[in-house]
T-cell receptor, first 113, second 111 residues
Framework: DTAVSQTPKYLVTQMGNDKSIKCEQN?????MYWYKQDSKKFLKIMFS???????INETVPNRFSPKSPDKAHLNLHINSLELGDSAVYFC????????????FGPGTRLTVL | GENVEQHPSTLSVQEGDSAVIKCTYS??????FPWYKQELGKGPQLIID?????GEKKDQRIAVTLNKTAKHFSLHITETQPEDSAVYFC??????????FGQGTRLTINP
């Protein structure tokens, strides 16, 4: 009965590779997010989708491309991985209609070697 | 954009004592003031929030107080327990589309 799930939980890869992280929510929410948390625990928003439409795109390199095939899924594809991409990536969701609460997934720890 | 600062960055208290974390923000348009708790290896989770038309809100051992004039709000945890050990984030904002998090406060409860 997981609300927001992410796969994989851990991802170790070499520089230059391309990888994807998947996110799914079963809460019926219409808005989904990707956040990046660095080694100092700073949490920063990257993208937000509402009803499959991109509404927030922070100053993220265009190597990062989110894709929302439907309201319940928001995937993150990263091309040409760099050492600085190492971080924990969190997906979150929210019902845009009547609540401000965001529900976070468990995170994906990405390590680029 | 919103500038958010949390203090202290680390806090260590004895079990049973109280803990207070303060969040200062810059955007006077902010009208929603949540606190998130992040346990080790997990995603942040909302623990309490307050809106700008309320000065204080309490939920069992945790409370949030807001001073809109001074643009700060605080998280208060009383009778602390080991399970309160975590990183706490504030995220004041106007509208919920975009959360701007403070830098986090690592709270350690010593038995």
């Amino acid at each position: 009965d997981t609300a927001v799930s992410q796969t994989p939980k851990y991802l170790v890869t070499q520089m230059g590779n391309d990888k994807s992280i998947k996110c799914e929510q079963n809460l019926g929410h219409d808005t989904m997010y990707w956040y990046k948390q660095d080694s100092k625990k700073f949490l920063k928003i990257m993208f937000s989708y509402n009803n499959k439409e991109l509404i927030i795109n922070e100053t993220v390199p265009n190597r990062f491309s989110p894709k929302s095939p439907d309201k319940a899924h928001l995937n993150l594809h990263i091309n040409s991985l760099e050492l600085g991409d190492s971080a924990v990536y969190f997906c979150a969701s929210r019902w845009g209609g009547s609540t401000d609460t965001q529900y976070f997934g468990p995170g994906t720890r990405l390590t680029v070697l | 954009g919103e500038n958010v600062e949390q203090h202290p960055s680390t806090l260590s208290v004895q079990e049973g004592d109280s803990a207070v974390i303060k969040c200062t923000y810059s955007d006077s348009a902010s009208n929603y003031f949540p606190w998130y708790k992040q346990e080790l290896g997990k995603g942040p989770q909302l623990i309490i929030d307050i809106r700008s038309n309320v000065g204080e809100k309490k939920d069992q051992r945790i409370a949030v107080t807001l001073n809109k004039t001074a643009k700060h709000f605080s998280l208060h945890i009383t009778e602390t327990q080991p399970e309160d050990s975590a990183v706490y984030f504030c995220a004041p904002h106007e509208g919920a589309q975009k959360l701007v998090f403070g830098q986090g406060t690592r709270l350690t409860i010593n038995p």
